[in-house]
């Protein structure tokens, strides 16, 4: 069974940074797409940043310049570093692989 825990999250002030880490387990990871998702309050669930099995990464333009994903294929963990946080990026954010979600991390920006 697959299985995805996020961390990371926390209260930031605007301007600054956080690393949010995915760890997965229950299969191998190297070849799927590992992606990141959040959800603002009152508002569906948006795309954020995919890190490709082939090595290429994609941004939502909101997180273009700030964030960057990466993954770790040896311990089956993604990361998503957060720079520049401004308030709109308070959400949960969640770890997606295929059909699998984590129960997500929150995200708070503010002062």
């Known amino acids: 069974q697959v299985q995805l825990v996020e961390s990371g999250g926390g209260l930031v002030q605007p301007g600054g940074s956080l690393r949010l880490s995915c760890a997965a387990s229950g299969r191998t990871f190297s070849d799927v797409n590992m992606g990141w998702y959040r959800q603002a309050p009152g508002k569906g669930r948006e795309f954020v940043a995919i890190s490709g099995y082939l090595g290429t990464t994609l941004y939502s333009d909101s997180a273009k310049g700030r964030f960057t994903i990466s993954r770790d294929n040896a311990t089956n963990t993604l990361y998503l570093q957060m720079n520049n946080l401004k308030p709109e990026g308070t959400a949960i954010y969640y770890c997606?692989?295929?059909?699998?979600w984590g129960q997500g991390t929150q995200v708070t920006v503010s002062s």
């Open positions: 997606n692989v295929l059909q699998y």
